[in-house]
């Protein structure tokens, strides 16, 4: 099962003080990014730090650090298909942090793709036989 995202994850962290500007910037982000870079859902969405924060706390506030993932539980399993913050950002692990979220985010939205267009002809091969 996924862990929830609550303070029991984030407990081991360095406590470093968030930017009091960081509230106003993770707004800014969202304005512009309003969903998930993954799948592009609207819900559940979370500013992540592609270079993580309390590494790089240079890079709190840097827009091109951030990126939109989504952390929905709704198949509540450990499929992960529901949490693109979880698998894409944390690869998994909410104490990790996937220095290639970019380019995982990219190859998701490949796949994503070629799977809806194997199911189109899966579709249409489905029509012809009935
Ligand atoms: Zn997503």
Redesign the pocket.
């Known amino acids: 099962m996924v862990k929830k995202l609550n303070e029991d994850v984030r407990v081991g962290k360095p406590a470093i003080k968030r930017s009091p500007h960081w509230d106003t910037v993770r707004k800014e982000h969202l304005k512009n990014n309003s969903v998930?870079a993954?799948?592009g859902?609207t819900n559940g969405l979370q500013v992540h730090h592609i270079r993580p924060f309390h590494l790089f706390p240079e890079l709190e506030l840097d827009l091109g650090n951030l990126i939109t993932?989504?952390e929905v539980f709704v198949n509540n399993d450990d499929s992960g298909d529901d949490n693109?913050h979880l698998r894409l950002g944390h690869g998994g692990d909410f104490h990790k942090n996937n220095t290639k979220v970019l380019d995982d985010v990219k190859r998701y939205r490949v796949d994503k793709a070629k799977l809806t267009v194997l199911e189109g002809y899966d579709m249409v091969a489905l029509k012809k036989i009935l």
């Open positions: 998930c993954a799948c859902k993932l989504c693109h």
